[in-house]
């Protein structure tokens, strides 16, 4: 499945803001966006330049693109979905990659990144509804249980993770047990629980045109 393999750390440093792509790297000193905040590239210090409209609206949606780390194909399948679907359009589309597997493993605090939960969901880690689900993008609806594979390394592995970054929470849609590293899904997320510095109309507006 294709995804993006580059550097994690440039991606927000040309975002221009820190998207939490690298776990707990991202909180420490080696961060490189808080060491070097402006674009990546041999001129990136000390260029200067106002962006269009359409460039405001492009660089919103490959924000949001890098956060959940998907690509354009698939990114604009969720959009038609969302213009498909009851209520507000820019809404439906965070609501469906919220949704996504690898997201909830990630939002449960079972992994440090998104990049990680994809790999432990890729590797046959994790179940849902006692089934073993291999395809990050599985869509999760309400009453969904997501367990992870009850393996000694594995177990040991993710409740060390949980100890560092359980403090970040979980979002009121899900219900964590974290020793057996259990999820249910209680309810479908809303806009409020996205928590994140996206502005979805740019890109409504950006695939209205």
């Known amino acids: 499945m294709a995804r993006y393999t580059g550097s994690s750390c440039r991606v927000c440093r040309r975002e221009g803001e820190k998207l939490f792509l690298k776990g707990t790297r991202c909180f420490s000193d080696k961060c490189a966006f808080t060491r070097r905040s402006y674009v990546p590239g041999q001129h990136g210090k000390g260029r200067r330049f106002k962006p269009s409209n359409y460039g405001i609206q492009l660089r919103e949606k490959q924000k949001v693109k890098k956060i959940y780390g998907i690509l354009e194909k698939q990114f604009r399948k969720y959009f038609k979905l969302a213009e498909r679907s009851k209520g507000v359009t820019g809404e439906k589309l965070l609501e469906i990659l919220e949704r996504r597997l690898d997201n909830v493993v990630f939002r449960s605090c079972f992994?440090?990144?998104?990049?990680?939960?994809?790999?432990?969901?890729?590797?046959?880690?994790?179940?849902?509804?006692?089934?073993?689900?291999?395809i990050p993008s599985y869509s999760t609806k309400t009453g969904d249980v997501i367990q992870l594979k009850q393996k000694d390394k594995l177990v040991k592995n993710v409740k060390e993770i949980i100890e560092k970054i359980k403090d970040r929470g979980v979002p009121e849609w899900l219900k964590e047990d974290f020793e057996g590293l259990k999820a249910s899904v209680t309810r479908l997320p809303e806009r409020s629980d996205v928590g994140m510095n996206i502005k979805e109309q740019l890109i409504v507006e950006l695939y209205s045109k």
Do not use: D
Not at 111 to 134: D, E, F, I, P, T
């Open 111 to 134: 992994a440090y990144s998104r990049a990680q939960a994809r790999q432990m969901v890729r590797h046959g880690l994790v179940h849902v509804n006692n089934r073993k689900v291999n």
